[in-house]
């Protein structure tokens, strides 16, 4: 059974940054597509970045330029990096890893960010 443990969350002031950490315990992580998703309650959960096993990044318009996935395979552990952090980031933020066609969901972390 995949684990994913998010970590890195909390309250923020707008402008400020933040970096949420995914680990994973899987040994398939290094060829597992990793991504980031948010969900405010009440709206559907929306996509925010993903990162493939091979190949680049790819951005929600809402973040691009401002957030930054990266992975360590060495660590089994995907990272979001938000900077420039805006009030409407506000929202659990959930890991997904996609192996195999089954994609496996964290417990979430939640972001706050102030005015």
């Known amino acids: 059974q995949v684990q994913l443990v998010e970590s890195g969350g909390g309250l923020v002031q707008a402008g400020g940054s933040l970096r949420l950490s995914c680990a994973a315990s899987?040994?398939?992580?290094?060829?597992?597509?990793m991504g980031w998703y948010r969900q405010v309650p009440g709206l559907q959960r929306e996509w925010v970045a993903g990162?493939?096993?091979?190949?680049?990044?790819n951005y929600a318009d809402s973040v691009k330029g401002r957030f930054s996935i990266s992975r360590d395979n060495a660590k089994n552990t995907v990272y979001l990096q938000m900077n420039s952090l805006k009030r409407e980031d506000t929202a659990v933020y959930y890991c997904?890893?996609?192996?195999?066609?089954?994609?496996?969901w964290g417990q979430g972390t939640q972001v706050t960010v102030s005015s």
């Open positions: 997904a890893l996609t192996s195999a066609s089954r994609t496996y």
């Open positions: 899987t040994s398939s992580f290094s060829i597992s597509s």
């Open positions: 990162i493939p096993s091979v190949g680049g990044a």
